[in-house]
């Protein structure tokens, strides 16, 4: 009898059964856990994208100074950069400080302070849980509120570091004191 491939395959197929159904079944389980988790990915970056989405509410565009003030910055900047794209723009301050609640004497540290007037709330999302400071007013998150102890109606003090043209770790900066090498 004549050994040909086909028969040298099927007789080596045959005696090694177990380890070929191993590498199978090793196969199909690392595919499907390569596509379950290519298709958790995939929705989850879909989903986390839409919540970005619903949470920027009217915003397309930003304009961000990257630390520093612009120069003549002015709240009617913004009022002229929608002039000439023709959309609503609103003005927003991003500075980082700390708040105290008046009354229990809580700080929080690290907090960011956003200014905006009427014109941002009118780009926000609508939504009804959004509330919308009238009047002087702020909005704090939960996190805050817990660290602070705020409730609503509390007087918060806002500290936040002066702006200025050099950075406060700068070498010629007039907030750090001189230091004198002694003999």
């Known amino acids: 009898m004549t050994m040909t491939f086909w028969t040298l395959a099927r007789r080596s197929f045959r005696y090694h059964w177990r380890a070929h159904l191993g590498v199978l079944l090793g196969a199909a389980v690392g595919t499907a856990v390569l596509v379950g988790a290519l298709a958790v990915g995939d929705c989850m970056r879909a989903s986390l994208r839409a919540l970005a989405l619903s949470r920027l509410g009217r915003t397309r565009l930003t304009l961000v100074a990257g630390g520093q003030y612009f120069r003549g910055f002015r709240a009617q900047l913004a009022q002229e950069l929608g002039q000439d794209l023709h959309t609503d723009c609103a003005p927003v301050l991003l500075?980082?400080?700390?708040?105290?609640?008046?009354?229990?004497?809580?700080?929080?540290?690290?907090?960011?302070?956003?200014?905006?007037?009427?014109?941002?709330?009118?780009?926000?999302?609508?939504?009804?849980?959004?509330?919308?400071?009238?009047?002087r007013g702020a909005v704090i998150n939960t996190q805050m509120a817990r660290t602070t102890g705020a409730k609503v109606g509390d007087e918060l003090l806002i500290y936040m570091d002066k702006p200025s043209a050099l950075p406060r770790d700068a070498a010629l900066s007039a907030e750090q004191s001189p230091t004198i090498a002694s003999p």
């Open 95 to 135: 500075l980082p400080g700390s708040a105290l609640d008046r009354a229990t004497s809580q700080r929080a540290g690290h907090v960011q302070v956003i200014g905006v007037d009427d014109r941002f709330w009118r780009l926000a999302p609508r939504r009804p849980e959004l509330p919308q400071p009238w009047n």
